[in-house]
């Protein structure tokens, strides 16, 4: 049964344009093609940037970001309360109104107090301003090095000045160990990615990033497994050109360094508006789709890789539209506002909203002492005491 599958997962027909078979791609002493095995190697490669990754983190960017001022809020943390907390991690962190009205009872608490309970608690589980500063560190420097990397490699490669040498002599391209390890680092650092994914902050747009990190080893694993060396790393390259200006711009607004990260925002939404929607599709998407033809009949890996290429455009315009409206903001405004995929505090504002609630309240209930006392009367006399005073010249502000 493992045989049939095997046979047939690794059919030339899917892997290879028509008239090519694996016998084609033999290698000798000479030259070496891509081997499906060696994606094996950045699995340990992945658990290795993992280790350098928290080493990184606890020796050089949590040092830095106290250097750099960089405060984590303090939080007021949630009571001990063994029936909100067995609601909290079997059930839901966000009750319902029924939910926190029946919670209320069994607790024998005020249902302000049971939401203000859920409110610090999810707060407790947010990721701290020293996390994400560390974070973004690590990314930055990776992506600094990814791109030079990358840059390095391509600098004098033929298909990166013209497009259509990706396709010439496709697919008896030999690798070349540059591009190797390039490939290597790159899907090394996406599993990387996926493993650290539960312990890294979770930010709105998780489900997309989720959807994002797949599409992309995906596809760079098929790229190598298919031979398309040559196209995946000017799609790593151009990923890479825009992440290099995104981290830095998170570190600086973790510091709250405005001018200088309303700054690097706007060279971030430039180089990712023009690599995403204009150096992307022509050099990539129109690339595969088009200039391949030139030279081989479409097969199911061609259809293949170009959906994952679209869906990776996809998440470019979801991105993009993110950005756009950012930009917009920041043009009104004259700030940047805070990055919309980010999950925000609870607490500032609903704290500020119970205090005004009890002040109104506080202030219902000195209103009610203050009539019941005479003060002030519905039909508009004034008390008989008042009007003693008065008499004599000797009223009294009260």
Same mark, same amino acid.
């Given at each position: 049964?493992?045989?049939?599958?095997?046979?047939?997962?690794?059919?030339?027909?899917?892997?290879?344009?028509?008239?090519? +078979?694996?016998?084609?791609?033999?290698? &000798?002493?000479?030259?070496?093609?891509?081997?499906?095995?060696?994606?094996?190697?950045?699995?340990?490669?992945?658990?290795?940037?993992?280790?350098?990754?928290?080493?990184?983190?606890?020796?050089?960017?949590?040092?830095?970001?106290?250097?750099?001022?960089?405060?984590?809020?303090?939080?007021?943390?949630?009571?001990?309360?063994?029936?909100?907390?067995?609601?909290?991690? +079997?059930?839901?962190?966000?009750?319902?109104?029924?939910?926190?009205?029946?919670?209320?009872?069994?607790?024998?608490?005020?249902?302000? /107090?049971?939401?203000?309970?859920?409110?610090?608690?999810?707060?407790?589980?947010?990721?701290?301003?020293?996390?994400?500063?560390?974070?973004?560190?690590?990314?930055? =420097?990776?992506?600094?090095?990814?791109?030079? =990397?990358?840059?390095?490699?391509?600098?004098?490669?033929?298909?990166?000045?013209?497009?259509?040498?990706?396709?010439?002599?496709?697919?008896?391209?030999?690798?070349?160990?540059?591009?190797?390890?390039?490939?290597?680092?790159?899907?090394?650092?996406?599993?990387?990615?996926?493993? =650290?994914?539960?312990?890294?902050?979770?930010?709105?747009?998780?489900?997309?990033?989720?959807?994002?990190?797949?599409? +992309?080893?995906?596809?760079?694993?098929?790229?190598?497994?298919?031979?398309?060396?040559?196209?995946?790393?000017?799609?790593?390259?151009?990923?890479?050109?825009?992440?290099?200006?995104?981290?830095?711009?998170?570190?600086?607004?973790?510091? /709250?360094?405005?001018? +200088?990260?309303?700054?690097?925002?706007?060279?971030?939404?430039?180089?990712?508006?023009?690599?995403?929607?204009?150096?992307?599709?022509? =050099?990539?998407?129109?690339?595969?789709?088009?200039?391949?033809?030139?030279?081989?009949?479409?097969?199911?890996?061609?259809?293949?890789?170009?959906?994952?290429?679209?869906?990776?455009?996809?998440?470019?315009?979801?991105?993009?539209?993110?950005?756009?409206?950012?930009?917009?903001?920041?043009?009104?405004?004259?700030?940047?506002?805070?990055?919309?995929?980010?999950?925000?505090?609870? &607490?500032?504002?609903?704290?500020?909203?119970?205090?005004?609630?009890?002040?109104?309240?506080?202030?219902?209930?000195?209103?009610?002492?203050?009539?019941?006392?005479?003060?002030?009367?519905?039909?508009?006399?004034?008390?008989?005491?008042?009007?003693?005073?008065?008499?004599?010249?000797?009223?009294?502000?009260?």
């Amino acid at each position: 049964m493992a045989r049939s599958l095997y046979e047939w997962l690794w059919q030339h027909e899917f892997w290879l344009p028509p008239g090519i +078979t694996w016998e084609d791609m033999q290698e &000798s002493e000479d030259t070496h093609y891509p081997q499906p095995r060696d994606l094996l190697l950045s699995i340990p490669f992945a658990l290795i940037l993992v280790i350098i990754r928290c080493a990184f983190e606890r020796a050089i960017a949590l040092p830095l970001s106290t250097k750099l001022g960089v405060r984590d809020k303090q939080r007021p943390k949630a009571q001990a309360n063994p029936v909100l907390e067995t609601f909290y991690s +079997t059930r839901r962190k966000n009750p319902k109104e029924g939910e926190l009205l029946s919670l209320a009872k069994q607790c024998d608490l005020p249902v302000r /107090k049971v939401e203000k309970w859920f409110r610090h608690r999810r707060n407790m589980d947010r990721p701290s301003l020293s996390k994400k500063f560390s974070e973004a560190c690590w990314r930055f =420097t990776f992506y600094i090095i990814s791109f030079f =990397t990358g840059l390095a490699v391509l600098y004098d490669k033929p298909w990166l000045w013209d497009h259509r040498e990706c396709w010439t002599g496709y697919p008896q391209q030999p690798l070349q160990p540059s591009l190797f390890w390039y490939y290597m680092l790159e899907l090394s650092f996406y599993w990387s990615l996926v493993f =650290t994914l539960p312990f890294d902050v979770k930010r709105k747009d998780f489900k997309e990033q989720i959807v994002h990190h797949a599409a +992309t080893i995906f596809l760079i694993s098929f790229s190598y497994c298919a031979n398309y060396i040559r196209i995946g790393t000017l799609v790593m390259v151009i990923h890479d050109a825009s992440d290099c200006f995104l981290e830095p711009t998170k570190i600086f607004n973790y510091m /709250k360094w405005k001018k +200088t990260c309303d700054s690097l925002f706007m060279i971030f939404s430039a180089v990712f508006l023009i690599s995403r929607l204009v150096i992307y599709p022509y =050099t990539v998407l129109y690339n595969t789709y088009y200039y391949s033809m030139e030279i081989f009949q479409p097969f199911f890996g061609y259809y293949f890789v170009n959906v994952l290429l679209i869906i990776l455009q996809l998440l470019h315009v979801f991105w993009s539209c993110l950005i756009i409206h950012m930009v917009y903001k920041f043009i009104l405004q004259g700030t940047m506002e805070k990055d919309m995929r980010s999950d925000t505090e609870e &607490s500032d504002k609903d704290e500020e909203r119970d205090k005004i609630r009890e002040k109104e309240k506080n202030g219902i209930t000195c209103f009610s002492n203050v009539t019941s006392n005479g003060y002030i009367q519905r039909n508009g006399s004034e008390p008989l005491d008042n009007r003693a005073h008065r008499a004599n010249g000797h009223a009294k502000e009260r």
